[in-house]
């Protein structure tokens, strides 16, 4: 993804959303995973009822201990591990500035000043533009070259289905949610409420029916929460504390993204 600024949300051109292609994709190197466990090394078994008594978040405990801890990153190796994050985030902040534009309005009861209703109604369309096309190359591109060594960019499925950009009202549900991973089943939520939103902002714009801001209102609250806790944590799992467990820094300076 490109990091360059993006266009004012008052301004017609699509943020950049540039991403590897197929072919820089194969360029990353496998995905061996070497195991380095001593066997050696096995703790032994321990009759003592204090070794074997477990309790609330014993499991966890008894992982952490055996997990040795990973040394500090330096400056430069903390930005090669955080870079995905901040691109994500930075394109991120972009669907939360538009997202908020059209909400506060509808908690308002009024528009943002010097905006015209045909430009507030491009406003919503914009939006759902940049996320179906950001979401079409995340899971295109982003996912599956992840995927390789992280299970929470994993789906044994193939993706949500998508036309022209766009996920199918029907895809998804039975095997297909339990093959997916929990961000791309949250990327079909997401869609759901977006179809619902573009449907009325387009009913809107033709004026087949007038807009009403506490309907446009319950358009955004039926997907609202998912969205913002799939940007969230979605960064949150690119970010290098959890990066650095996965890849060295040579994987991460060749992903081409």
């Known amino acids: 993804m490109a990091s360059t600024k993006p266009e004012s949300k008052l301004e ?9 292609s197929d072919s820089q994709t194969e360029s990353l190197p496998p995905s061996g995973v070497t195991d380095t466990t001593d066997p050696s090394s096995a703790a032994p078994t321990s009759t003592s009822p204090s070794a074997s008594a477990t ?19 330096t400056p430069a190796e903390f ?14 902040d972009h669907f939360r ?14 528009r943002p000043a010097n905006m015209s209703l045909k430009r507030f109604l491009d406003e919503g369309l914009r939006l759902l533009r940049y996320l179906e096309s950001h979401h079409h ?9 992840l995927a390789r060594k992280m299970p929470q960019f994993k789906s044994s499925g193939p993706p949500p289905a ?3 950009l766009k996920f199918n009202k029907d895809a998804g549900g039975g095997a297909r949610k339990k093959e997916a991973c929990e961000l791309l089943l949250q990327h079909q939520e997401i869609h759901k409420g977006m179809d619902e939103l573009e449907e009325y902002i387009r009913k809107c714009k033709s004026g087949e029916t007038p807009l009403e801001l506490g309907v446009l209102k ?24 959890t990066m650095r467990k996965y890849w060295t820094l040579e994987e991460m300076r060749a992903i081409p993204i």
């Open 55 to 73: 309790g609330p978040g014993s499991e966890a405990t008894a992982e952490a201990e055996t997990t040795p801890a990973l040394p500090a990153l």
């Open 137 to 145: 190359i995340e899971e295109t591109h982003l996912y599956p070259l």
């Open 218 to 241: 319950e358009k955004m609250d039926s997907w609202g929460e998912v969205l913002m806790k799939h940007l969230d944590q979605e960064v949150e799992e690119l970010k290098a504390e």
């Open 79 to 92: 930005r090669v591990y955080n870079r995905l994050a901040e691109q994500m985030d930075y394109f991120h």
């Open 97 to 110: 500035s538009m997202w908020t534009t059209l909400y506060s309005a509808c908690t308002s009861g009024r």
């Open 12 to 20: 017609g051109e699509s943020p950049p959303t540039s991403m590897p």
């Open 162 to 164: 998508m036309k022209a």
